[in-house]
């Protein structure tokens, strides 16, 4: 996994190109109504129900915008939210506020969306031992933060890209020519370039499993979409070489039956993907 300094430089990425994009050579709406020495008070008001997160996001917002803005936080991320709760409040220049305002109505409406579904499958996977992961398909640019926001809602983080493990999946393994010769090339590979990344190996079907198993260096195997009862073999015949990971097309319907099937992990892409986000505004007060 990344480091903790690499995101926050990820994060440090996002405000700036974010700021860029949306106030250009200036807040004109703002600049052409409000004096500059005007001042304000602002409140991040819930209209939903779910898990609150990017609060702590808001905070780098406005303090990139402005240090000059206080912030007075009553609703902590990952906190339940509903109808009429008031997650903090933003005082100082109204034209640095509205310059914030957009940034961070988009970036915590999505987080909080992706925090409240992150936190409904843990609930469902409660007492199986079975952890959510979450993946690649991201939004392009924000993926730390909607990486972040798995977290604030108790799931656990995959890989952050490309370059902080190796995962051969079915195209890398048909295009090395085989399961066996695609990770003997792989465990090669980081050899000669010193690295030290976890494998993770993606199988299609039992005997795929079985050819995993007779090399040594997997850190984890994907059994991507397995129905239940050849999920349970599969974890039976891996037992505890390496961990386990199930994935494709599980949804809150059928991932609790997965996780009974005894896996490690749930990875969904539909924690990032497919969710609709939370209803906020900011509203001066």
């Known amino acids: ?9 990820e994060i440090t990425l996002i405000i700036a190109n974010a700021i860029r994009e949306d106030v250009g050579d200036g807040d004109h709406s703002s600049l052409a109504c409000i004096p500059d020495t005007a001042t304000g008070k602002a409140k991040l008001l819930v209209k939903d129900e779910g898990i609150i997160a990017g609060v702590d996001f808001a905070e780098l917002v406005f303090y990139f915008v402005d240090p000059k803005l206080k912030i007075e936080v009553l609703i902590k991320d990952g906190t339940p939210v509903s109808h009429g709760d008031i997650v903090f409040y933003v005082e100082g220049s109204s034209q640095s506020i509205l310059k914030a305002e957009r940034l961070v109505l988009n ?7 992706i925090a409240t579904k992150a936190h409904m499958f843990v609930n469902l996977l409660k007492g199986t031992g079975t952890k959510i992961l979450d993946t690649r398909k991201t939004t392009p640019g924000i993926r730390a933060l909607e990486k972040w926001a798995v977290k604030i809602g108790g799931g656990e983080n995959h890989r952050f890209a490309l370059y902080d493990m190796i995962m051969l999946k079915d195209n890398h393994i048909d295009f090395a020519g085989g399961i066996t010769k695609a990770i003997n090339k792989t465990k090669n590979y980081l050899k000669e370039t010193g690295r030290d990344l976890e494998i993770i190996v993606e199988a299609r079907n039992l005997d795929e499993i079985k050819e995993i198993l007779e090399t040594e260096g997997v850190y984890r195997i994907l059994i991507d979409n397995f129905n239940y009862e050849d999920t349970r073999k599969a974890v039976k015949l891996i037992g ?4 386990t990971e199930s994935s494709g097309g599980i949804n809150e319907k059928t991932i609790r039956d997965y996780a009974e099937c005894g896996v490690d992990y749930i990875s969904s892409g539909a924690l990032t993907h497919s969710v609709y986000n939370l209803d906020l505004s900011l509203k001066a007060v």
């Open 240 to 243: 505890n070489t390496c961990l």
């Open 1 to 9: 996994m990344i480091s903790e300094e690499q995101f926050k430089e």
């Open 107 to 113: 970036a915590m409406q999505r987080m909080s969306a």
